[in-house]
């Protein structure tokens, strides 16, 4: 079974606005963790923000905020002020417990326009 | 050279040749992984070594052979592979092997996009 789930494959936004990208998962475990990731056309992942099943606010980074809503087992990303460097593919990723494993789901691609 | 780096960042082989994925990591972390990306399908996790021990072989074919000589390098080996491994191959690397919370993020290095003819 789908431990992550991205519904949204792709996604415009304007410049300046704020987008919301989905992200649902599926887990037994009290623990764990769940990580965005940004991908450029380069290629390259680069960690955005995290948060920990026990942390109690929703984590903050920058323009990233995570919208946590534990009993729906869903960590929805929210860009805030989008910019043109904003266009790329974000992951939503999961570790459970205290394993090494990071569980990715499919991807949503944003694109921003001018 | 900081973070993650990975050559060649472009790779274009037939399906008898024999080519090596190099990743090296600056970061001092003591794991690293080798993860496949192909189109429309999520990360699939490959290999994982630990201070240079393997840990990880998730059921991957043995047309791909990984190597890390040391714990800042990580060599990832292909022989006679098939056009369906055509994909972004994405090394990673933390500062150790499992671990809660943020602690043991994973860096990835920019990946080598692999064409097999």
């Known amino acids: 079974a789908q431990k992550i789930t991205q519904t949204q494959p792709g996604m415009f936004v304007q410049e300046k606005e704020a987008v919301t990208l989905d992200c649902t998962y599926d887990t037994s475990d009290p623990s764990y963790g769940l990580f965005w990731y940004k991908q450029p056309s380069s290629g390259e992942m680069i960690f955005l923000i995290y948060?920990?099943?026990?942390?109690?606010q929703n984590a903050t980074e920058g323009r990233y905020s995570l919208n946590f809503q534990k009993a729906r087992k869903s960590a929805n990303l929210v860009i805030s002020a989008s910019q043109l460097g904003d266009s790329a593919m974000y992951f939503c990723a999961m570790r459970e417990g205290r394993d090494y494993k990071l569980s990715f789901g499919a991807g949503t691609t944003v694109t921003v326009r001018a | 050279e900081t973070g993650v780096t990975q050559t060649p960042r472009h790779l274009v082989m037939g399906m008898t040749n024999k080519k090596s994925l190099k990743c090296e990591q600056h970061l001092g972390h003591n794991a690293m992984y080798w993860y496949k990306q192909s189109a429309k399908k999520p990360l699939e996790l490959m290999f994982v070594?630990?201070?240079?021990?393997?840990?990880e072989n998730n059921s991957v074919p043995s047309r791909f052979s990984p190597e890390c000589p040391n714990s800042s390098h990580l060599f990832l080996h292909l022989h006679t592979l098939q056009p369906e491994d055509s994909a972004l191959y994405l090394c990673?690397?933390?500062?150790?092997?499992?671990?809660?919370?943020?602690?043991?993020?994973?860096?990835f290095g920019p990946g080598t996009r692999l064409t097999v003819l």
């Open positions: 948060q920990g099943s026990y942390d109690q």
């Open positions: 990673a690397s933390s500062q150790e092997l499992g671990g809660s919370g943020r602690y043991n993020e994973q860096f």
């Open positions: 070594y630990s201070l240079e021990e393997r840990v």
